[in-house]
């Protein structure tokens, strides 16, 4: 975490203070992006896939038969997931592998995992 330095005045009419916080104010389509990848993130059963994909590649059906989920309903989740760039797919014969996209998926994974077990 980086070091915070919090100021306040009683005087909120200099606007040199918010000019100096404004260079950290992310732009509107970032924060888009990120609240989408929120979004996504914040349905169980989206965390439960990728939990499972957290530790191994798995293909669709394999995915159905340990989440005791049928095969629309996953594969609904999943292209919610491959749209945000969460997963990745790719195809084998008639099956469809699907891996978490890149590690900062994975970190965010064990990061959130990690905050609410320490809770």
Known sequence: MTDRITICTDDHTDGTL???????LLDGISATRVADLFKALADPTR??????????????????????????A?????RILRNLTIVSARKEGR????????EHIHDLYQQGLAHVEHV
């Open 18 to 24: 918010a000019r100096a916080a404004q260079e950290h």
């Open 47 to 72: 965390i439960r896939i990728i939990s499972l994909l957290a530790h191994t590649e798995m293909c669709v059906g394999d995915l159905c038969l340990v989440l005791g989920m049928s095969q629309p």
């Open 74 to 78: 996953v594969s609904h989740q999943l």
């Open 95 to 102: 099956h469809v592998f699907y891996t978490l996209s890149d």
